[in-house]
């Protein structure tokens, strides 16, 4: 089945705790993308990685880091997280750098105490 | 400003309506159109794109109207399962997402 798989899908931690949330595809894409979603402001993209090697930063990149080693993984990692970094994440993947149609992961629910 | 521009609702209406809500988007240089429905605490989903000529899948027909720039979608005969969040969506170099309309359908 094609898909987009992120874990966690819940996380609850503490300030200053490193975590990584995990975003792996099976379809293919060459473009990936992290977006966090809060109330009122809609999807917000974090970074993007248009291949393997590439990536770029999206609106609100400041206090986390992406790698793409291959290209199915597309990891997000939060060095130093922070309370205003709870938010709802959602990672996604296209086949075309030039479509606007994403696949979307369950997103990863995540609370910073 | 919001690049794309979105009423938040909520829609509430009766199951067997039909309901329309638009979306405004400030560049004119946007290139692409969207609808994306995400259910409560779900993933965004596809709904369709939307073309210059207008477009309809079944119950939904999408509009653009480039000169005020805008796009809009239509339910007709709108269903229980109709109720979530449309997100419209914008294109050109990069892809912004509106905050949602949420819309429920009563029955």
């Known amino acids: 089945e094609a898909q987009v798989t992120q874990n966690p899908r819940y996380l609850i931690t503490v300030t200053g705790k490193k975590l990584t949330v995990t975003c792996s595809q099976n379809?293919?894409?060459?473009?990936m993308s992290w977006y966090r979603q809060d109330p009122g402001l809609g999807l917000r993209q974090i970074y993007y990685s248009m291949n393997v090697e590439v990536t770029d930063k999206g609106d609100v990149p400041e206090g986390y880091k992406v790698s793409r080693k291959e290209k199915r993984n597309f990891p997000l990692i939060l060095e130093s997280p922070s309370p205003n970094q709870t938010s709802l994440y959602f990672c996604?993947?296209?086949?075309?750098?030039?479509?606007?149609?994403?696949?979307f992961g369950e997103g990863s629910r995540l609370t910073v105490l | 400003r919001k690049e794309v521009e979105q009423d938040p609702g909520p829609f509430n209406v009766p199951e067997g309506a039909t309901v329309a809500f638009n979306c405004t988007y400030s560049?004119?240089?946007?290139?692409?159109f969207f609808w994306y429905r995400q259910d409560c605490r779900k993933e965004p989903k596809l709904l369709m794109s939307?073309?210059?000529s207008g477009n309809e899948d079944g119950r939904f027909t999408a509009q653009l109207n480039r000169a005020s720039q805008y796009i809009s979608l239509l339910i007709r005969d709108s269903k229980l399962s109709d109720s979530a969040t449309y997100l419209c969506v914008v294109k050109r170099s990069k892809i912004i997402f509106g905050s949602g309309t949420r819309l429920s359908i009563r029955p």
């Open positions: 560049n004119s240089a946007s290139q692409s």
């Open positions: 379809m293919n894409h060459e473009y």
């Open positions: 996604a993947s296209s086949p075309l750098t030039n479509t606007g149609e994403l696949f």
């Open positions: 939307v073309y210059s």
